[in-house]
T-cell receptor, first 113, second 114 residues
Framework: GDSVTQMEGPVTLSEEAFLTINCTYTATGYPSLFWYVQYPGEGLQLLLKATKADDKGSNKGFEATYRKETTSFHLEKGSVQVSDSAVYFC????????????FGSGTQLTVLP | DAGVIQSPRHEVTEMGQEVTLRCKPISGHNSLFWYRQTMMRGLELLIY????????DSGMPEDRFSAKMPNASFSTLKIQPSEPRDSAVYFCASSLAGGTGELFFGEGSRLTVL
């Protein structure tokens, strides 16, 4: 079945540091890939997405590129801010009929001033 | 536009009591999902509906849990009787079936069972 593997956290960075959160997946067909972010006390919200190979999703300075050859969708940001402190979830939805999201376990990011 | 609306935001109850969580999906969305989030188990899909019909309830932990969707704009998740291990944040999410699969989440209902 489909699965998503994220790098384990927690991740702690200083403000303005470079961020990478690794995500790899297993799926049949051509899934769509997502990064969701959960700020403290809130629900998950979509950060960015990519629906086909080599697509790059971007939002709020975050980027991720759909790499089919390595089955990866790593999240990157060149300069993190304290306000980026949150839990980040990688997810996929397969191209089958179920259209059900499969989530990774989440990575807690803390950015220190 | 209104997002997914959940109530109550916080619920504290005693073991054995019935708990009902409510969700109003985004208008026009025809898929609805209930998730549970805990520190130990992360985010778990409990059940989802397409066009008000339950499609997969394999994530419902046991018979104490039940979910209904009587119409396109309302769903409930009921726990009866509640137990301390049910303490968690319960999220409702909706999406447009046939779309890209993007889910829109509510802010969650934090349940504490004493």
């Amino acid at each position: 079945g489909d699965s998503v593997t994220q790098m384990e956290g927690p991740v702690t960075l200083s403000e303005e540091a470079f961020l990478t959160i690794n995500c790899t997946y297993t799926a049949t067909g051509y899934p769509s890939l997502f990064w969701y972010v959960q700020y403290p006390g809130e629900g998950l919200q979509l950060l960015l997405k990519a629906t086909k190979a080599d697509d790059k999703g971007s939002n709020k300075g975050f980027e991720a590129t759909y790499r089919k050859e390595t089955t990866s969708f790593h999240l990157e940001k060149g300069s993190v801010q304290v306000s980026d402190s949150a839990v980040y979830f990688c997810a996929l939805v397969s191209s089958g009929s179920a259209r059900q999201l499969t989530f990774g376990s989440g990575t807690q990011l803390t950015v220190l001033p | 536009d209104a997002g997914v609306i959940q109530s109550p935001r916080h619920e504290v109850t005693e073991m054995g009591q019935e708990v009902t969580l409510r969700c109003k999906p985004i208008s026009g969305h025809n898929s609805l999902f209930w998730y549970r989030q805990t520190m130990m188990r992360g985010l778990e899909l409990l059940i989802y509906f397409n066009n008000n019909v339950p499609i997969d309830d394999s994530g419902m932990p046991e018979d104490r849990f039940s979910a209904k969707m009587p119409n396109a704009s309302f769903s409930t998740l009921k726990i009866q009787p509640s137990e301390p291990r049910d303490s968690a944040v319960y999220f409702c999410a909706s999406s447009l079936a046939g779309g890209t699969g993007e889910l829109f989440f509510g802010e969650g209902s934090r349940l504490t069972v004493l």
